[in-house]
């Protein structure tokens, strides 16, 4: 059973705003830091975008002040606010989550901090 599931990617144009949504079961990811990275055709995957357990935030330049992060332990899931779409905003977004809290920008920024990782989903932005 994969633990975190992702929806909400799809076909826009550029400028346009989508709504991804990352579900988490299993477990309880309310003391986990979550977050979304990304990958582009013919790119390295890149960090986007985590929140730690107490809110605590680190954006990717590249999205900052177009995309919002937040969660809801409530119902352990994350969502991810896209406004302003762009092209280059075009990847497979990936939705991950650590095995315990992070604390530091290099640890947020680090792919090998997140122990879980959903299947993707396509987020694709026409020009």
């Known amino acids: 059973q994969v633990p975190l599931v992702e929806s909400g990617g799809g076909l826009v144009q550029a400028g346009d705003s989508l709504r991804l949504s990352c579900g988490a079961s299993?477990?309880?990811?309310?003391?986990?830091?979550m977050g979304w990275f990304r990958q582009a055709p013919g790119k390295e995957r890149e960090y986007v975008v985590a929140?730690?357990?107490?809110?605590?935030?680190y954006y990717a330049d590249s999205v900052k002040g177009r995309f919002t992060i937040s969660r809801d332990n409530g119902v352990n899931t994350i969502y991810l606010q896209m406004n302003s779409l762009k092209p280059e905003d075009t990847a497979l977004y990936y939705c991950?989550?650590?095995?315990?809290?992070?604390?530091?920008?290099?640890?947020?920024?680090?792919?090998?901090?997140?122990?879980?990782w959903g299947q993707g989903t396509q987020v694709t932005v026409s020009s």
């Open positions: 299993g477990r309880t990811f309310s003391s986990s830091t």
């Open positions: 991950v989550a650590s095995s315990r809290p992070l604390v530091s920008y290099r640890q947020f920024i680090s792919e090998h901090s997140y122990q879980y």
């Open positions: 929140i730690g357990s107490g809110g605590r935030t």
